[in-house]
Nanobody
Framework: QVQLVESGGGLVQAGGSLRLSCAAS????????MGWYRQAPGKQRELVAR???????SYADSVKGRFTISRDNAKNTVFLQMNSLKPEDTAVYYC????????WGQGTQVTVSS
């Protein structure tokens, strides 16, 4: 099993920045990718960004150029640097791991005020 602990959400004004962190523990050897998803009220959960163990990344079109995902493999931690935040980025952000033991974090609220 893999356990995830997220941190870094909060309230920020439009144009501001936040940095999310997600630390994985347990059977981390089997993790093949880590990512961030988000779910706004009344909407489906969507992929925000994903990073493979190799370091290759992918982003939702809506966040390209504003968000950066990175990973510290030694610490089994994934980060999401969010810049130029917009009110439409408001959502609960969930960390996700893929591999033999896929799992989700508990979610962290990000609220961007206009």
């Amino acid at each position: 099993q893999v356990q995830l602990v997220e941190s870094g959400g909060g309230l920020v004004q439009a144009g501001g920045s936040l940095r999310l962190s997600c630390a994985a523990s347990g059977s981390t050897y089997y993790i093949t990718a880590m990512g961030w998803y988000r779910q706004a009220p009344g909407k489906q959960r969507e992929l925000v960004a994903r990073i493979m163990r190799s370091g290759s990344t992918s982003y939702a079109d809506s966040v390209k150029g504003r968000f950066t995902i990175s990973r510290d493999n030694a610490k089994n931690t994934v980060f999401l640097q969010m810049n130029s935040l917009k009110p439409e980025d408001t959502a609960v952000y969930y960390c996700n791991v893929e591999g033999r033991y896929s799992n989700w974090g508990q979610g962290t609220q990000v609220t961007v005020s206009s």
